[in-house]
């Protein structure tokens, strides 16, 4: 599995990763008092490859390897504001259509020879 690392603790000891199948998030975590896993550390925007396993509730990232530093920097950033564009949509009200007694009003289309009058009626005021 590939991903981006979004979030990485100030202690080097955790981090979590977006993963590419777009699933939840995955969570790396130090296997020992070093930094996240045997002296890689991450920054946000990092470019991983590893394994991936499901504990519980719970997507965990094992044998992390970095594949490209700051490959994609913006990542978060770039979530959070879809994220914060989303729920906007979403408390925004949607209008609702005229009806005329429950029934929707349908507005006709003028047929070609109204438009033609009325275009007719148009250039000669002009």
């Not at 590939?2 to 777009?22: M, Q, S, Y």
């Not at 009806?99 to 009325?118: C, L, M, T, W, Y």
Request: hydrophobic fraction near 35%; charged fraction near 30%.
């Amino acid at each position: 599995m590939f991903g981006i690392v979004l979030w990485r603790a100030a202690d080097d000891k955790t981090a979590v990763v977006w993963c590419e199948d777009h699933g939840d998030l995955a969570f790396l975590r130090s296997k020992s008092n070093g930094n996240v896993d045997d002296g890689l550390s991450l920054d946000p925007g990092d470019l991983l490859q590893f394994d991936l396993t499901e504990s519980e509730d719970m997507r965990l990232v094992e044998n992390p390897r970095l594949v490209a530093e700051d490959h994609y920097p913006s990542l978060a950033g770039r979530l959070m504001e879809a994220g914060n564009i989303r729920s906007t949509a979403a408390r925004k009200p949607h209008p609702t259509p005229p009806s005329d007694g429950g029934r929707p009003i349908v507005v006709p289309f003028p047929s070609p020879e109204e438009r033609d009058a009325k275009w007719r009626h148009k250039t000669k005021l002009s």
